[in-house]
């Protein structure tokens, strides 16, 4: 472009800024807290649950737009100034008047709340946030399979971010560790719980299948972590390419291995678990996990596995154990993949090998160097954001597999190691009050 | 500068009532179906069958003026969704065409891998579906919502034994399958069973497996050679019956080969070539030498679409009719979904003798229709040949 154009084209830009006020909105939104975020979408909630519907009807649209209105625009494109509309009125407008107006009060709230010890406060922005997504999502069941696949992806992506972005191996055999979490869980469940070919008669009564289901799931990720073992021990002595062929060929035996075996169900799957991962059970693992990953990582076994990426050598020299760093990382983000593919499986209710495959676990990494190595607001909000993506470019059918790698390859292009890369994540400093301005 | 937020605004006050075609005030009452197709991902051509199959389907009732219920005529709307062939695509596909769209039936998933998990839900919301072409029992055991629409692999392994039994005198078979997906070792196993109960114990000879995009055979190819096998039976898709085909006959491999239900796509013939002439395989239905209400769908579909529909697009068509006929046997269409639900699954439920494009087909109590199979053989020019029809 030349200067000249340049210039005109950024001085109308600069006009258009003023005349809309967006410098005056961003002015008002950058003084918010974390709790008027809240408070805003809160609002959001209250309105679209009490009147969503009517406002939709006024609007001409058939029913609430369920996420975002992506959906309506894309399948029907003559409905998208009233999609629109409906975005602006119902979530748009809650969050800027609170924003303008209650700022203020919002933020000696949340000094107020600030000045609590940090549990007490965390748990109450969680309680906070919980019930905002529960109101948003018991509006519609499509809300909730989608809400709770993308908190399994949060858990997946952040857990090969340990093996991937903090200790800079690069490890293909996630979805193995999965599919093991996956099966080992659903057979605790099986066995305990459902009257079925494969393992006969339930041992104990269903009404108990939520309360020991936590245990199932351990035991998932136990297993996973155990099965990790294979491809933690090769590590010590095999770095780069050559790890990543022997973590993918892990991946391939657990799949095999899986398929092969009859007892499992074999190529045909294995069916019949209690729909037993809720919304809030799905939600407290997902935040379980950040909390106890983000602990790793900053321990000083986080420290060493970053050590241990930057120059195996130097690590070793400075006293680190390398070899066990390495073991316990792998187990660490192995009982994670676990967990996950224990939750994936009593989401769906059904498990196959064919499932646990490449393309799962292409969507994994897509998911890790979209959001950010080495960060975990990154791998949530790369979770977040190829979930929401995927799911709102689904009526563009095969456009879809168009445009998500264009988004990608450009990420790759300006942020080559990802959006939100190489943050710590500070819980106090998110939670904080903004300063008065 | 308040000009240009003024011309903004009135455009989005002009575009909203210029969209007043789409808003859906005082709408009468629709009836909608829902397609779960995989458009995109491994079997992308199984999903465009589907979706042109449906679209040829609702060009019908269009025509017709809407599907008529005692009476009255209402107009209808495809609810077409991909599930890029992945089961948790196919599980969420499922709960938002029947929470948000409010379909009243859904056809589809296609393969068992999606139909298993997507039966789930659809039972659990109470709503019918048909899957036209998942042939795993367990798609719709113990779910009263949940019918398909094609045989399943425990009626064609028997059925093919038989088959081969009677019109030849074999006593000497091989298998050669997909150990890693779940139909073709089915169908192997099913096949296997049959064919020692005729035969006696060990009278499968070979019974070779490879896995899932193995492109070279020859190794398991030269075992079954040697075993002395007088049928090889190939349960496979149409890409590596076309793989293990030619490197038989390469091999030199000159005596019959068997195959079932998946070769019947066009595609078979185009990738195979002449090395699959001669051959048999059990299908749903033949599209050489037609006749009746077969002939016509086949015509219909070729003229409109320029290739010949495979059994996808016959199921997916048959399962369509049958939804139909069951929502027209509706005393009321009340408008309240859980009823009309509940009535389409129960006329579903007692459709008896119907008369489609694969067959005449009832169902029995668990949702699998009872109807025959008809085998083809694979003609000089390439052709599917009508050549024996059994029935159970």
New interface residues.
Partial sequence: MQPRYFATFYLNYK??K???GFKKILGFFSAMPALGWLFGFFSAVIIEYLIGNNIA?LL????IP?LFGF?IMLK?P?????A??YIIIVYLLPLTLTARFFSGKINKLAAKLYKLPPPVYTVFYLIFLYIIIDIWAGM???RI??LK?TFIAIILTLSLNVINGYMGEFSCSHTGFMALGAYFASTVTLILFTNDKLFGEALLPSYLAPFLFPIALIIGGIAAALGSLLVAIPSFRTRGDYLAIISLAFMFIV??LI??LEVLG????M?GQH?LANLPTVFIWTILSIWIINNFVTSIIGKATNAVRDNETAANAMTINTRRTKIVTFMFAAFWAGVAGGL?AH????V????FGI?KLAEIFTMVYFGGLNSIVGSIIGAVAFNLAS?AL??L??F??IIIPVIMILIMIYRPTGLVAFKEFDIKKILAPKGDK | ??K??LILTAI?FT??AL???????GKKKIIKIGINAP??GDIPKVGENTKNTAKMWLEDIEKAGGIEIAGKKYPVELVI??NEA????A???N??MI??DEVITVIGPQS??QA??AG?VAD??ATPMISPWST?P?TTKDRPYVFRGCFLDPFQGPMLANFVKEEFGFTKAAVLYD????YP??LAEYFKQAWEKNNGEGSVVSYESF?TKDADFSSQLTKIINSGAEVLFVPQYYNEVALIVKQARELGWKKPILGSDSWGSSETITLCGSDCYGAFFSTHYASAGAEGITKEFIDRYKKKYSYVPDDVCALTWDSLKLAQKAIEALVEFSGDIKKDRENVKKNLAEIANFEGVTGNMSFTPDGDPVKCAIIVKISDAGEFRFYKSVCP
């Avoid at chain 1, 001409?60 to 029913?63: D, F, R, V, Y």
């Avoid at chain 1, 989401?347 to 059904?350: A, G």
């Fill in positions: 006009n258009m003023r005349i809309i009807w001409g649209l058939p029913k369920v959906l029907k003559l409905l998208i100034p009233g629109l509309a519609s069941d499509y399979v989608t696949l799949k095999s398929e092969n074999g190529a045909r799957g069916g729909p994936f989401v769906l209710c059904y196959n090998p064919g499932t393309k799911e689904r009526p059918e095969l879809k597999w | 500068m308040k240009l937020s989005f575009l909203f969209s007043s075609s789409g808003w859906c005030w458009i995109t969704e991909d992945q089961a948790e695509s599980v969420k596909v709960t938002k929470t948000e068992s891998k298993i998990p789930g659990s919301y795993n367990d150990v890693a997906s779940d070792k089915g896995t």
